[in-house]
């Protein structure tokens, strides 16, 4: 590619393409949405298969297509619905499971009420045994609950007369009731008919609610999300008292079927982006996924970029605002953090804490953690480029410092300031390895003792030294932990081209950067709303102002509801009782 051209698409603005055909308008309807889903899928098929043509193995190619078909092409028939007879569905099941090698598959035959045949599908260790021996077993075998019975399937008879369960449903096919077994469900197989029980029991360790990790608490609850995705959910409905909080609960691979939970409040939240999540979560071709953070790779807008689309949390409180706000909230299993759609660059300098201080106090944190985030990212940049290209801008007396400091240091200021850099990424990151006190005892004693030995050596220069511990600081003060990790890798590329063009390389990193930023989409909204392009909003985006003032939600996803808050918030101010009429 010619370098002029290169060139030009530096500088010149061109709205990104979507690669999922995905676009959010106001206007959207219902018919609309089809049309662009059907076309979407189409499209993505024939690009899927005409880049796996072209660049796959033939081997590798054959495997695809071998899956695909089996994905797509697989119609419900005979041998995918239970039988009848009890013998085949027992030699199914074990076939299924691997059994006998798979000794963690119980299958448990008995005869209900001693006259019929049945049997027991679980997986030991992820239900509970007493529920089992005590609600189940004992009750089915005991022949004078079975007095009433008539002639025929008895599968209806349990449910209403037998089982003192509360969640018990009926399956017929033996997918879906493998899917239920290995997520910690127990299955009823009875002689003679066509239908399976399935009973919610499940009773596997997890790990009890405690203080969020990576963000801290200090006026707020002191609970966090768990790895178990129902308690994740209860703690937000704990908070959401709301009748039209809806839980959509689907499978995210095609092989380990991993659960997630969309979470959204009906009559508030934009239709349009609640089909468009749900649209791609359940066209993931993947057969395992491993967390959330794999899964916001795999549905966010542009993966290749470096800026963080999808907004995680491990605070309920946090969560619990972002669904009254109208935004969709996905909650996966094995992991303690959920993730927020859409996503903007604003929301990354708030915190769940502004909101239980003052306003005056939150505004002056959110400007604190706005200038700690530029000191992030330019400060050892604009070191390099001063003093290697713009001594003019120092004071003499500073400069005659800075000059007297370097006399013996053997190394270039960029190879000295990567230095430094490096060497403070690897004591962050050893001190996040080491467990418990020791990391951060680790952390600190290795920076002083690493930053004096280096200036002792003359290895570094002490302004080096405090620019360094100033960015390290800085860091430090920002809420969202992907959000400095963008950062740090922002710093080290403006160094360079501070290094080497000075002030106009600076210029022209931030302009890339500045533009990569505004040309991102997160679920069809621009990643500088509300600012660019400007809509509206409360008077909270960067500077916090009094809640009263906070009536409307975020207009850029669109809410069906945009008012959360009355014409008159404070109505006491009027002399009114609250005396309902």
Known sequence: ??????????????????????EFLEDDSEDSYQ?????????????????????????????HKTKEKQYKNQKPSAVTAISPNLMSNIERMKKEFNMPKN????????????????????????????????????????PEHFIDLEVGCSIDYIIDNILSINIVKKEKEYEKIIN????????????GCDECLIIENQGYEKRSVEKPVTENVIRGAQEGFNEDMRTNITLIRRIVKNKNLVTEIMPIDKTNKTNCAVLYIKGIANPTIIKEVKRRIKNLNIDFIAGSGMLEELIADHTLMPFTQITTTERPDRASSNIMDGKVILVMEGTPYVSTIPSTFFETLQSPEDFGLKWQFA???????????????????????ITLFHQEMIPTELLNSIVKSRENVPFPTI???????????????????????????????????????????????????????????SSFAIPSYPMGFELRLFRFA???????????????????ILGLACSLKSFGVPFFTPVAPKTKSNPDVISSL????????????????????????????????GDKK
Do not use: C
Request: hydrophobic share 45%; no cysteine; aromatic share 10%.
């Open 415 to 473: 190879l000295e300031i990567i230095f430094m850099e490096l060497a403070f990424e690897l004591i962050r990151e050893g001190g996040i390895r080491v467990p418990g006190v020791i990391g951060n005892t680790l952390g600190i004693v290795g920076a002083l003792i690493l930053g004096q030995a280096a200036v002792q050596a003359q290895l570094a220069s002490p302004i080096l030294i405090i620019v360094i511990g100033v960015v390290g600081i």
């Open 546 to 577: 009094p809640s009263y003032k906070q009536k409307i939600r975020p207009d850029f996803i669109n809410p069906i509801d945009k008012y959360k808050a009355g014409k008159t918030t404070e109505e006491w101010v009027k002399g009114k009782d």
């Open 494 to 512: 403006l160094i360079f081209l501070g290094s080497f063009l000075g002030f106009y390389g600076i210029s022209i990193g931030l302009v890339i």
């Open 103 to 142: 000794q963690d598959v119980v299958i448990r035959e008995f005869k209900v009420a001693r006259m019929i045949n049945a049997f027991i599908l679980y997986i030991n260790g992820m239900v509970d045994k007493n529920n089992v021996n005590d609600f189940i077993l004992r009750q089915l075998m005991m």
């Open 180 to 191: 239920h077994v290995v997520n910690g469900v127990t299955a009823i197989f009875v002689e």
């Open 363 to 385: 505004t002056f944190l959110r400007y604190l953690r706005l200038f700690a985030l530029s000191i992030t990212m330019l400060l050892p940049g604009l070191y390099a480029a």
């Open 35 to 63: 049309e662009m889903q059907t076309a979407s899928n189409n499209s993505n098929y024939k690009e899927e298969k005409k880049v796996r043509h072209k660049k796959s193995p033939v081997r590798l190619d054959e495997l």
């Open 1 to 22: 590619m010619p370098l002029l051209t290169v060139l030009k698409s530096l500088f010149t603005y061109n709205e990104p393409k979507s690669t999922t055909n995905f």
